[in-house]
């Protein structure tokens, strides 16, 4: 069945520096990889979608890399603030097809 | 940007009584919405996919007649927890999608609802 795998313990990071979380998953080819952010007893929020076949996609402080080969995104936070701080949790998607959510990985910037 | 409101934000209720759910698209039109389940550090659960004027789409091993879902509108949906039960409690979140062109879902979600069944 498909699976897809977060970094489970919190990461804990300074500010100022780069948080980068994982997503694996096995048994899916996505045609495109989410990733959301959820703030404690709020919805997830959209931040950034990529594609198959790109390698990788920038918004402001946030990148995020798609290896369809490895089954893997990194999801890249530069110059991290205690703002930042939240789960954070991608989703994998097929065209017209519902969403499957990984658990997420709570990160938590440190001042 | 795309708005979903979802109310109420938090809900306590007796065992056996029926709660009511809503979910709004505010600024688009939402001919399918989601609703989802969250267990505290769990991953979001699809429990059934709302779509306007038709029955809703369950998953596997969601009860639909515990947990009755009206799209009656392109701008509303319900999500209606009947008998409920202690293990009922949950995080409940709904979720629409201005479809991309690409067929991308993109989804907004609304702020939650906390049920909690004594």
């Known amino acids: 069945s498909q699976k897809i795998e977060q970094n489970s313990e919190a990461l804990n990071i300074q500010e100022g520096k780069t948080a980068t979380l994982t997503c694996n998953y096995t048994?899916?080819?996505?045609?495109?990889l989410q990733w959301y952010r959820q703030d404690p007893g709020r919805g997830p929020v959209f931040l950034l979608l990529i594609r198959e076949n790109e390698k990788e996609k920038r918004k402001e402080r946030l990148k995020v890399t798609f290896d369809t080969t490895l089954k893997q995104s990194l999801f890249h936070i530069t110059a991290s603030q205690p703002a930042d701080s939240a789960t954070y949790l991608c989703?994998?998607?097929?065209?017209?097809?519902?969403?499957?959510f990984g658990t997420g990985t709570l990160l938590a910037v440190q001042p | 940007g795309a708005v979903v409101s979802q109310h109420p934000s938090w809900v306590i209720c007796k065992s056996g009584t029926s709660v009511k759910i809503e979910c709004r698209s505010l600024?688009?039109?939402?001919?399918?919405m989601f609703w989802y389940r969250q267990f505290p550090k769990q991953s979001l659960m699809l429990m059934a996919t709302?779509?306007?004027?038709?029955?809703?789409?369950?998953e596997q091993g969601v009860e639909k007649d515990k947990f009755l879902i009206n799209h009656a509108s392109l701008t509303l949906s319900t999500l209606t927890v009947t008998s409920a039960h202690p293990e009922d409690s949950s995080f409940y979140i709904c979720?629409?999608?201005?479809?991309?062109?690409?067929?991308?879902?993109?989804?907004?979600f609304g702020a939650g609802s906390r049920l909690t069944v004594l």
């Open positions: 989703a994998l998607g097929a065209l017209h097809s519902k969403l499957i």
């Open positions: 048994n899916y080819s996505p045609a495109y």
């Open positions: 709302s779509n306007e004027g038709s029955k809703a789409t369950y």
């Open positions: 979720s629409a999608s201005p479809l991309m062109s690409s067929g991308a879902n993109v989804l907004t």
């Open positions: 600024d688009f039109q939402a001919t399918t």
